[in-house]
């Protein structure tokens, strides 16, 4: 199948020529005015058929909170804002996203998430939040974003580097099959050339466990688990990790 599936994401990747093209010319850029609008009204049913996840997921936050001072989370391509409503009372986060246009629709989670205090919002890519300084964060969060930034391992340094020690790295991301001989995982590889053009630079076919689990945190809780989505983003997972 390896042979065939080969075969069929080079004829994929033929019938991506003009979205190759538009992207050399730097056409696709104009994308990314369009994806926030996209992602808003995907993040809402994402959240609503994961809100038990999610609310189990970031349960876990406040135990990192220190003594007699308020909890600073820092979220890796916050987007529209979508986990807001999962963190704690009285969290003081501080935003960033390598695009500029999620800032209009994070506005409205703000406001509508006034049991939160938000520190700022940095225009910044997960490989270099240069601007944050080391160990100055209790926590920080992602979710379905390990799926897009461009290196993985220099990611999860940068959030090692900002979290203080003993502070904590939570993710929820959907990954590569872990079956190797499934349809799930052939479809995965063979779409995947499309893919990266509508999610803008999403790609399916990552195993970021691995990364989390070589990436030298001090102990890493990490669960796969079947989401209720297409097959093709059904494989998941979720936890955090200590520094």
């Given amino acids: 199948m390896s042979a065939f599936m080969k075969v069929c994401a080079v004829f994929v990747n033929i019938l991506c020529i003009p979205l190759h093209v538009i992207h050399a010319l730097g056409l696709y850029e104009l994308y990314k005015r369009v994806f926030p609008i996209c992602l808003y009204k995907i993040t809402k049913n994402y959240n609503k058929k994961l809100h038990d996840r999610k609310t189990d997921l970031f349960s876990s936050v406040s135990q990192f909170k220190p003594s007699g001072k308020p909890l600073t989370l820092l979220e890796i391509g916050c987007g529209t804002g979508a986990n807001f409503q999962f963190y704690p009372p009285g969290c003081k ?8 246009f999620f800032e209009k629709y994070l506005t409205k989670s703000m406001e509508e998430n006034g049991h939160l205090s938000y520190d700022r919002f940095v225009v910044a890519s997960g490989e270099d939040l240069g601007s944050v300084e080391d160990e100055s964060v209790d926590v920080v969060a992602c979710t379905l974003v390990l799926c897009s930034v461009r290196d993985t391992p220099q990611t999860l340094r940068e959030a090692q580097r900002v979290l ?6 939570f993710f929820l991301e959907h990954v590569i ?4 001989a499934s349809w799930t995982y052939f479809c995965q590889h063979v779409l995947q050339p499309f893919w990266y053009y509508f999610g803008d630079g999403c790609e399916m076919t990552r195993a970021t466990w691995k990364h989390l689990q070589n990436a030298g945190f001090s102990e890493l809780k990490l669960e796969h688990f079947q989401a209720p989505f297409i ?11 200590i520094k």
């Fill in 93 to 100: 986060v501080v935003c960033t996203d390598p695009n500029p």
């Fill in 231 to 241: 097959f093709l983003i059904k494989p998941h997972i979720m936890g955090y990790a």
């Fill in 164 to 169: 203080r020690p003993g502070g904590a790295f």
């Fill in 177 to 180: 099959s872990d079956k190797d």
